[in-house]
């Protein structure tokens, strides 16, 4: 159970839906703070985005995590794939820049979960910190493992907005 006086408890939140993990992670020298959702592994380890935002409070990037995560428990499951839901998020301050230093700190963090979850560009990231985590974690979808995958998520978008049009307007010409 995660419970701090700014957070409450975590079971206590709709978004939390039974998640299997939800991770806190910190590191004092890069500025690190971070959480990763891991909400389902029953059809394979978790996988989903990190966002790197600066939210208005950790409570804010927790309630993220867990929708998001959640979301791509959905997903995966949809497209068939041998994966579970889960994100991460990393909270920038407002005074806050984004670093190198950081971006390896919570490759590093992700390491320690041994494959249970794996991640790759979202919100915040670009190729060139995917490519600082690649150099430092073997659980990232990125370019080197994985190769480009900007092109499936828009197919993915460009599908799932296809089937929404066609439930809709009850048409097989979508």
Request: proline share 3%; charged share 25%; hydrophobic share 40%.
């Amino acid at each position: 159970m995660i419970s701090n006086k700014h957070l409450g408890n975590i079971e206590d939140f709709p978004e939390f839906d039974n998640h299997e993990e939800v991770l806190f992670f910190s590191d004092k020298k890069s500025g690190l703070r971070s959480f990763i959702a891991i909400h389902s592994t029953v059809l394979g380890p978790a996988t989903g985005g990190t966002r790197c935002f600066h939210y208005r409070s950790e409570l804010d990037a927790l309630k993220d995590a867990l929708r998001l995560s959640r979301s791509m428990t959905y997903k995966c499951a949809l497209a068939r794939v041998p994966f579970g839901g889960g994100k991460g998020v990393i909270l920038l301050r407002a005074d806050q820049k984004k670093t190198s230093a950081l971006i390896a700190a919570y490759a590093k963090k992700v390491n320690t979960l041994d494959g249970r979850f794996s991640t790759g560009e979202d919100v915040g990231l670009t190729e060139h910190d995917v490519s600082v985590m690649e150099k430092v974690s073997p659980y990232i979808n990125g370019p080197r493992a994985s190769g480009e995958l900007g092109s499936w998520a828009a197919l993915g978008v460009f599908m799932a907005m296809k089937s929404a049009l066609k439930e809709l307007f009850d048409s097989s010409s979508f």
